[in-house]
Structure formats: structure tokens, C-alpha cells
């Protein structure tokens, strides 16, 4: 009985484990010089709670179902971003990064002319549908707001 129920705790943490680590794909794709590009940045450590986890879920579908012609065409690129990694960590004092966070920027000519923290993602948490009418408002204004 006792080695039941330490399987079922090893099982359960194994998966509570695995549903932090699960994450959307990712869309790796270069920027040329004479491009506008939009770039949807998901930044997250190497842990990843339940709650990031679904931030960013919740952002990549949001994204892929508002904006599939975009991302098709690459005019829209959705980048998952490990800032624990060596080569990401200027992104920190680049974005004033103090958590996990979904930002959107705007890249012309191979520089970065705008961005923004779409920090109202902590907040919605809790509702999927404004959640997703968040991010795609926010999204469709830089897409549309050039």
C-alpha cells in the first residue's frame, strides 16, 4: 500500500514537472535589413510554473489563431525566449524585464523602432477569453499601427 501511494506522488509530481516545461513552439525565422517585422517575444526562465506555462500557451494561441496569414508570410514572428540562456540575457536591460513577459515589437530596416510589454497577461490569467481579446488588440494595433 505504502509503495502505491509513493508511485502515484512520483507519477503526479512527474507530470506537475512536465505541464511546467510543456510550451508553444517556436517560430525561428531571420529579419532582413529592408523588412518590417513584428516580433511577439515570450521571454520565461528555464522553470516554468503552471502559470507561465499557460501565459504562454494562452499568447501563442491567441496569436496563431488571430493572425495566421501574418505569421505565415513572416511578417509576424512568435519567439519563446529562455532568458536563462547566456546569448538572452541583454534582453533583460533591454526590456526593463522583472518576470516572465510577452512583448510585442516592431523591427524596420534591422532595428527595433518600437516595443511594448503586454503586462496585462498577469492579470487576465484567470479569463481566457479576455485574456485572448487582450493580446489581440494589442497585437492588431502594432500590426495595423505603424
Not at 504562454?56 to 496569414?69: L, V
Not at 534582453?91 to 524585464?97: G, P
Request: glycine content about 6%; overall charge positive; charged content about 25%.
Amino acid at each position: 500500500m505504502k509503495n502505491d501511494k509513493r508511485l502515484i506522488f512520483v507519477g503526479v509530481a512527474f507530470l506537475v514537472f512536465l505541464a511546467g516545461t510543456m510550451a508553444a513552439p517556436e517560430t525561428v525565422a531571420e529579419i532582413s535589413c529592408g523588412e518590417v517585422k513584428f516580433v511577439a517575444y515570450y521571454f520565461h526562465g528555464t522553470f516554468r510554473c503552471p502559470s507561465c506555462t499557460k501565459i504562454e500557451r494562452w499568447s501563442y494561441e491567441a496569436i496563431r489563431k488571430s493572425f495566421p496569414t501574418a505569421l505565415e508570410e513572416g511578417r509576424l514572428l512568435w519567439k519563446p525566449v529562455n532568458l536563462e540562456e547566456p546569448q538572452n540575457k541583454h534582453f533583460v536591460e533591454q526590456y526593463s524585464l522583472f518576470t516572465k513577459s510577452l512583448i510585442i515589437t516592431e523591427v524596420k530596416g534591422g532595428k527595433e523602432i518600437r516595443w511594448k510589454n503586454l503586462n496585462r497577461v498577469w492579470e487576465l490569467l484567470g479569463n481566457q477569453e479576455k485574456f485572448f481579446g487582450y493580446v489581440t488588440r494589442e497585437v492588431r494595433d502594432y500590426l495595423e499601427n505603424r
